[in-house]
């Protein structure tokens, strides 16, 4: 009987502790409401901050309003606090780096939702707040690869020249960035370094000179700027040699 008893209490105890933690978890109905605009504010911030990156991935650089997104065609950014309709606050504070704001009627809290990955990257206090975001650093350097392209000038695909032969090329980007061009030629089923100019103005022609021995090679080219980031490698172009010395 007295172990009847006390599995009676300890069932009792263990459903009200439950209640108690529901009551805890929900809240009043005040509370609950107030935590749903929250969650929602918090969601929209994360979507804004996907499209943007989104927006420098196609226009390689931060957009000037939140209107701007709309030139998406995907675009399905909430840009308007759920409870005031009232767009949220961007300013950018660099050229990848920015800030989005809202005013939260909460305090951000792990331990109500702790799997939540919004509430472990976009953590709050109550009342106004800016989250200083920025473009990922593999987004950043990818829009710079594509300011490195770099083409062929001379010779000409095929064209027979004597040796030493000048191998000319250009960066065709717009960075503003000094960039020096690296030069290989296919050897021995791999790819061997020629040589490499110094740093020059994106947008210039750089060349090198070589001494060959092979009747013929096929070369190409990238361009790497001074803090390392280089472009993508150039198509191959052959090169058939009438004489060497």
């Known amino acids: 009987m007295i172990r009847h008893y006390v599995t009676i209490t300890t069932v009792s105890l263990i459903v009200l502790g439950a209640i108690g933690y529901g009551f805890y978890a929900a809240g009043t109905p005040g509370e609950s409401r107030n935590r749903e605009f929250d969650n929602t504010r918090v969601s929209n911030i994360s979507g804004l901050k996907s499209e943007i990156e989104s927006y420098y991935r196609?226009?390689?650089?931060?957009?000037?309003?939140?209107?701007?997104?709309?030139?998406?065609s995907y675009s399905y950014a909430k840009t308007k606090d759920p409870e005031t309709?009232?767009?949220?606050?961007?300013?950018?504070?660099?050229?990848?780096?920015y800030k989005l704001c809202a005013t939260f009627s909460t305090v951000s809290d792990e331990q109500r939702d702790p799997y939540s990955y919004y509430n472990r990257e976009f953590k709050h206090p109550k009342g106004y707040y800016c989250f200083?975001?920025?473009?990922?650093?593999?987004?950043?350097?990818?829009?710079?690869?594509?300011?490195?392209?770099?083409?062929?000038?001379?010779?000409?695909?095929?064209?027979?020249?004597?040796?030493?032969?000048?191998?000319?090329v250009k960066t065709t980007g717009t960075s503003d960035k000094k960039v020096k061009i690296t030069f290989q030629k296919y050897e021995a089923l791999v790819w061997k370094d020629l040589g490499e100019t110094d740093f020059a103005d994106s947008g210039t022609e750089q060349s090198i000179k070589v001494n060959v021995v092979e009747s013929s090679f096929y070369w190409r080219a990238r361009a790497c700027d001074e803090d390392g980031i280089c472009g993508n490698w150039s198509i191959t172009r052959l090169v058939n040699i009438n004489s060497t010395s």
Do not use: C
């Open 132 to 168: 200083n975001l920025s473009i990922s650093r593999t987004l950043i350097d990818s829009q710079i690869k594509n300011n490195y392209n770099v083409t062929l000038v001379s010779p000409a695909s095929r064209a027979n020249v004597d040796s030493p032969v000048t191998l000319t």
């Open 58 to 72: 196609e226009n390689g650089k931060l957009p000037t309003t939140l209107g701007s997104l709309s030139t998406l």
């Open 85 to 97: 309709s009232k767009e949220y606050e961007f300013r950018a504070t660099g050229d990848t780096t």
